[in-house]
């Protein structure tokens, strides 16, 4: 029934049943400055966006040491790369447009492995996943 409240639509629902398999957990979560909101920060002060924070599982938050932007000229879309704070064999992807968000975590020395699917601007939904079953095939020729 939760996921039912979550879903916008009965796609969105299938797909969250079919991937309960492969994650450990999910939660809603409020995003307390989005992305959008750095890059006007940014714009406003001159200054390039070096980190930011991403939301957690039950309240944690994950610091992130940009590496890469990629934003439209408008600033209302755009990506990011990185890693998590202190931790070189992670990696963090961050995409925006339209107030809203989806990131991917993966930090194996902390075993941590998130993904955060668009929800309403301002929250997302936060997966924790299993690296091992949650992506499914295989990429490239065979």
């Known amino acids: 029934n939760v996921i039912r409240k979550l ?26 400055v989005t992305a959008a909101a ?8 001159g200054e390039p966006i070096r980190q930011l924070t991403l939301p957690g599982l039950d309240g944690q938050e994950v610091k992130v040491e940009i590496t890469k932007v990629d934003l439209n000229p408008s600033g209302q ?7 998590v704070a ?7 992807t961050l995409a925006f447009k339209g107030g809203r968000e989806a990131f ?5 020395s902390e075993n941590l492995f998130l993904q955060g699917d668009p929800h309403e601007p301002g929250d997302l939904i936060v997966k924790s996943i299993n690296p091992e079953t949650y992506v499914l095939g295989v990429c490239g020729n065979p």
């Open 7 to 32: 879903a916008h639509n009965d796609l969105e629902y299938q797909r969250m049943v079919e991937e309960n398999d492969r994650i450990i957990r999910r939660q809603l979560v409020y995003d307390k």
């Open 38 to 45: 750095l890059v006007e920060q940014a714009r406003l002060t």
């Open 77 to 83: 879309q755009g990506t990011f790369a990185g890693r």
């Open 86 to 92: 202190g931790h070189d064999d992670s990696l963090v």
């Open 104 to 108: 991917t975590v993966m930090s194996p």
